[in-house]
């Protein structure tokens, strides 16, 4: 059974830092893109950065960019996400999830079909 | 950034009812667009990927459509297990970027 579960969210002031973690498990987590994906409070969804199989490309949301780092141990079967300088904008519920991909005729696309149940950052002094 | 402008916010309707929603995008995206649905609470679910394939698992009564700048989702008869939110996403650069959403709520 696929399992994908975030930690690590909670309490912290505005400009402090918070590392979340997320650990799969029931498939090969080497062979996937990964992404966070989170959602401030009654708010929509909003993609936050996203990594390679291999951790060799990374991308970010300008909002998070020199902020935010996305980062993967394949070896331990979990994905990070360093955040420093936090604001209160920041505050949500932070989800990851698998990119199982699909491609066809030359395209890739992406499909988030596994989804952790998300962890909580707020951030306020 | 590529905006996805979700048409509309939110809807009322009730069981058995056709619905569609409709996502625009601010520039091409050729067929690079996913659905989601999202219910208090909890995770999002894909629901379709590549505009129009459906992921394994959701029921028939969902599909989607569309290529360049304009999409559709359409639930051509609305159960009670469909009232949520539903987001589309694109996925043709980054950043990936969601529309704001659209809450299906009990008419």
């Known amino acids: 059974e696929v399992q994908v579960v975030e930690s690590g969210g909670g309490l912290v002031q505005p400009g402090g830092s918070l590392r979340l973690s997320c650990a799969a498990s029931?498939?090969?987590?080497?062979?996937?893109?990964m992404t966070w994906v989170r959602q401030a409070p009654g708010k929509g969804l909003e993609w936050v950065a996203k990594?390679?199989?291999?951790?060799?490309?990374?991308y970010h949301v300008d909002s998070v960019k020199g902020r935010f780092t996305i980062s993967r141990d394949n070896a331990k079967n979990s994905l990070y996400l360093q955040m420093n300088s936090l604001r209160a904008e920041d505050t949500a519920v932070y989800y990851c999830?698998?990119?199982?991909?699909?491609?066809?005729?030359?395209?890739?696309?992406?499909?988030?079909?596994?989804w952790g149940q998300g962890s909580l950052v707020t951030v306020s002094s | 950034a590529i905006q996805m402008t979700q048409s509309p916010s939110s809807l009322s309707a009730s069981v058995g009812d056709r619905v569609t929603i409709t996502c625009r995008a601010s520039?091409?995206?050729?067929?690079?667009l996913g659905w989601y649905q999202q219910k208090p609470g909890k995770a999002p679910k894909l629901l379709i990927y590549?505009?129009?394939i459906l992921e394994s698992g959701v029921p028939s009564r969902f599909s989607g459509s569309g290529s360049g700048t304009d999409f559709t989702l359409t639930i051509s008869s609305l159960q009670p297990e469909d009232f949520a939110t539903y987001y589309c996403?694109?996925?043709?650069?980054?950043?990936?970027?969601f529309g704001q959403g659209t809450k299906v709520e009990i008419k």
């Open positions: 999830a698998t990119d199982l991909g699909y491609c066809s005729g030359g395209a890739c696309y992406a499909r988030y079909d596994y």
């Open positions: 520039q091409g995206i050729r067929n690079e």
């Open positions: 990594i390679k199989e291999d951790g060799s490309d990374k």
């Open positions: 590549a505009a129009s």
């Open positions: 996403l694109q996925d043709y650069n980054y950043p990936s970027t």
């Open positions: 029931g498939f090969t987590f080497s062979r996937y893109w």
